[in-house]
């Protein structure tokens, strides 16, 4: 049952392009920052998950007249989808099941005969292992497509916004976002957490200048696969010599 779940190290590597895109189509292509006006406010939060949003969440705002004064209450609404949560752990779970099953069989098909299974078990991962590396890879992922838009003042008081993403080393750099149509609309001008808001509130906003920075993308995914793999051999030595540990610990029969 112990060799049932050891995987073909080929075998991880559709895997972790199924476990890419999942983290791709629910952390970044599902983001939608969304604003609904009403009468008396309006309802303005996001969404995130694919195919069903698995957080939902954000604020209603209301305005009433009281007395000439105009008074503003917000009110926070949503949070975690469980259906969505529910639905998407599934279609993930039963996509690496499918993926995992076919490149398992077509891999032990093709090479059972050819190899010994000594050769076999030498090219085998524990699946402890790759699961391991498996949170690394997801968490260097999710670093490296997480956009920072931040503020900063320049002289004369106006401020700066900009965007960068990437981990360790920054790879996407853009500035001066194309606010023109709603500065001019604004009077008095808006303060710089307000061009935040309306940024997030509209996530295709052009930007001026962007650019990509090609050798710390090479950099970035150098250092990414080395510490996968790295996290697997780490991983892999120690239950390797843990079980060899074990096996001489037990008398012989």
């Known amino acids: 049952m112990r060799a049932q779940f050891n995987l073909h190290w080929f075998t991880w590597v559709p895997l972790l392009i199924v476990l890419s895109a999942f983290l791709w189509l629910n952390l970044d292509l599902s983001n ?3 604003m609904d006006r ?33 008074l503003m209450t917000w009110t926070p609404y949503g949070g975690w989808q469980f259906r969505g949560l529910l639905v998407d752990a599934a279609l993930f779970l ?29 090219a085998s991962v524990r699946a402890v292992s790759m699961i391991v590396a498996c949170v690394v890879a997801a968490a260097l992922l999710r670093l490296n497509f997480f956009v920072h838009t931040s ?26 976002p194309a606010l023109d149509d709603w500065l001019l609309a604004q009077s008095p001008p808006p303060a710089p957490a307000d061009c935040l808001r309306y940024l997030q509130a509209h996530p295709d906003l052009p930007w001026r200048l962007s650019h990509w920075f090609t050798r710390n993308i090479v950099l970035n995914i150098c250092i990414g696969l080395a510490a996968v793999v790295s996290t697997a051999w780490v991983c892999e030595f120690v239950l390797r010599r843990w079980r060899a540990h074990r096996a001489s610990a037990q008398p012989a029969n």
Do not use: N
């Not at 490149?103 to 078990?121: F, I, K």
């Open 32 to 34: 939608d920052a969304y």
């Open 38 to 70: 009403d009468a008396h406010g309006w309802r303005g939060g996001g969404r995130l998950g694919f195919p069903l949003p698995w957080w939902d969440a954000g604020r209603y705002v209301q305005v009433t007249v009281k007395d000439g004064q105009c």
């Open 94 to 122: 039963v996509a690496l099941g499918v993926v995992g099953g076919v490149s398992e069989w077509l891999l032990r098909r093709r090479l059972g005969a050819a190899e010994s299974p000594a050769a076999v078990d030498a």
């Open 151 to 176: 503020v900063g003042a320049e002289l004369g008081g106006t401020a700066r916004i900009s965007q960068a993403m990437g981990w360790p080393l920054v790879t996407y750099r853009a500035s001066d």
